[in-house]
């Protein structure tokens, strides 16, 4: 058994059932997805400050950009948001993409967008954004019916494979690019929902493998083609929990199943 299968069997023996059962599980997880799932986009942002707002509320001291604290203060509400819907596993659905995208991107909008844009935090775009080197993006009239098809396919889809799923839901999330900013966040937080809901281990793309992440989503947008993607996810999957683990370890060294990987 390969050490992703491992990694997918244990999170289903955990049986995550309640919002304490994944708080105990995405203990060190939580926070390490914070830093780099902002990271990657917002080179200010730091582990130590991320940590502290997870675990304290707040940065003392803070000398940063407002906007990197608001970020990663918003990915701590998001947690929040989502911690009851994970365990009741809420299905993917255009309300829940707006409202994640609100919490994660309130107070960050910059004045052209907010004022000269009329865009807001939690509604689709309203201007023609186009990304990557492919020049990506749906029109804004078609963003919701494009979401919509996918969610409609995903969800067809279901738990027969739900991390080639998530794979295909996140290449055409950024595909759509549905948003005027935040699309990277929002769609790796539902990423990650989706795997969740669908009884499958979260992951963090770490800012350091970016380059490769990146590659992936063009390869899609070139060719269609996920199977870089998944084996990508793969990956990150193991990496994400061997690096979690370790944390968790440091804090209660007495703490079982925190070496899965070595079984």
């Known amino acids: 058994m390969g050490q992703y299968d491992i990694a997918v069997r244990q999170w289903q023996e955990w049986a995550v059932k309640t919002s304490a059962d994944l708080d105990l599980r995405l203990d060190s997880f939580r926070i390490l997805f914070a830093y ?14 991320t940590r502290e707002i997870f675990e304290n509320g707040k940065v003392v001291g803070y000398t940063g950009s407002t906007r990197s604290l608001f970020e990663q203060q918003n990915q701590k509400t998001c947690y929040e948001f989502l911690r009851e819907k994970i365990p009741a596993k809420e299905p993917l659905s255009i309300s829940l993409i707006l409202e994640i995208h609100r919490v994660l991107t309130e107070g960050t909008y ?3 967008r907010y004022v000269e844009n009329g865009e807001r935090p939690g509604e689709f775009k309203k201007h023609d954004y186009v990304t990557g080197v492919n020049e990506v993006g749906s029109y804004p009239d078609e963003v919701e019916s494009d979401l919509s098809v996918l969610i ?5 889809i279901g738990n027969k494979n739900p991390l080639k799923a998530g794979a295909y839901f996140h290449a055409r999330f950024e595909n759509i690019h549905p948003f005027a900013d935040g699309n990277g966040r929002v769609g790796r937080t539902l990423l990650n929902y989706w795997l969740m809901i669908n009884d ?8 350091e493998d970016k380059s490769v992440y990146y590659e992936a989503l063009q390869k899609y947008d070139e060719q269609e083609a996920l199977d870089s993607l998944v084996a990508f996810l793969e990956e990150q999957t193991v990496k994400t929990w061997t690096h979690s683990m370790e944390l968790s370890r440091s804090k209660d060294p007495e703490r ?8």
């Open 110 to 112: 910059d004045e052209r």
């Open 152 to 156: 409609e396919e995903v969800n067809s």
């Open 36 to 49: 780099n799932s902002g990271k990657i986009e917002n080179p200010d942002i730091t582990y130590h400050d």
């Open 256 to 263: 079982k199943g925190l070496s899965f990987f070595m079984l």
């Open 200 to 207: 499958y281990p979260p992951t963090i793309i770490y800012d």
